[in-house]
């Protein structure tokens, strides 16, 4: 099956974009993910960072050992998959009660628009 290839959109759909590309409420979806997408990339990264400059800077500190045969760098390694899930989590939470009641609105606001 072959679908026709254009670089064009129907004319409905092209204004309808443009004109949720600039509503207010477009934009302020847009800086609500960032407030929280940008802070959470660089905490994780610096996090993750961390991890690996202690891994080959630091072997005395990350083979400290804990409990019994478990050291830093086992505790850290399984943090950074715990940091993970958080980090998951709280962007589920974000997303449900910040970015999900705008996306929808301007999801039926286009439908409408576009007679769907």
């Given at each position: 099956?072959?679908?026709?290839?254009?670089?064009?959109?129907?004319?409905t759909?092209?204004?309808?974009?443009?004109?949720?590309?600039?509503?207010?409420?477009?934009?302020?979806?847009?800086?609500?993910?960032?407030?929280?997408?940008?802070?959470?990339?660089?905490?994780?990264?610096?996090?993750?960072?961390?991890?690996?400059?202690?891994?080959?800077w630091?072997?005395?500190?990350?083979?400290?050992?804990?409990?019994?045969?478990?050291?830093?760098?086992?505790?850290?390694?399984?943090?950074?998959?715990?940091?993970t899930?958080?980090?998951?989590?709280?962007?589920?939470?974000?997303?449900?009660?910040?970015?999900?009641?705008?996306?929808?609105?301007?999801?039926?606001?286009?439908?409408?628009?576009?007679?769907?």
């Amino acid at each position: 099956m072959s679908f026709p290839v254009t670089d064009e959109l129907p004319t409905t759909k092209h204004e309808a974009y443009v004109r949720v590309f600039d509503d207010p409420d477009f934009k302020e979806l847009r800086k609500r993910y960032s407030t929280f997408v940008v802070p959470m990339t660089i905490a994780f990264l610096v996090w993750y960072f961390l991890y690996v400059v202690c891994s080959n800077w630091a072997p005395d500190f990350m083979s400290t050992k804990v409990v019994g045969n478990i050291n830093i760098a086992l505790v850290f390694g399984l943090l950074q998959f715990v940091t993970t899930f958080v980090i998951a989590y709280l962007y589920a939470q974000f997303a449900r009660t910040k970015l999900d009641p705008l996306a929808t609105r301007l999801r039926e606001q286009f439908d409408e628009e576009v007679g769907k």
